[in-house]
């Protein structure tokens, strides 16, 4: 399947399970490969966040497991598990949570 990476092909997994988490440490996995989206799917461990940032492509997030706390300026928007948001393109956020959480990027 040309475009998408590390999934599974033999047996159904859930889309948590294709990423381990890290003390101390955000993991990221790739999902696709294509010059014209991209998928990721990240593993953050409690007190980790990702500083502000803007994608130059529209950003979809899924809140896969815990709670995700996407912040623009002063709105704060909590999503929580199977929750979807989409931040358009070029607007900064930060992304973090008071948890553990995991989280599907897909930016397109």
């Known amino acids: 399947m040309k475009g998408l990476k590390n999934l599974p092909i033999d047996n159904p997994k859930k889309l948590g399970d294709l990423i381990n988490s890290e003390k101390n440490q955000v993991v990221s996995m790739s999902l696709s490969n294509s010059e014209y989206s991209h998928m990721m799917l990240f593993s953050f461990p409690q007190g980790e966040m990702l500083e502000e940032e803007k994608y130059p492509l529209n950003t979809m997030y899924l809140a896969v497991e815990g709670e995700v706390i996407i ?38």
């Open 71 to 108: 912040k623009q300026g002063d709105k704060i928007n909590i999503l929580k598990e199977g929750e979807v948001f989409m931040v358009p393109a070029d607007v900064f956020h930060e992304i973090g949570g008071k948890k553990a959480f995991k989280l599907l990027q897909i930016n397109i």
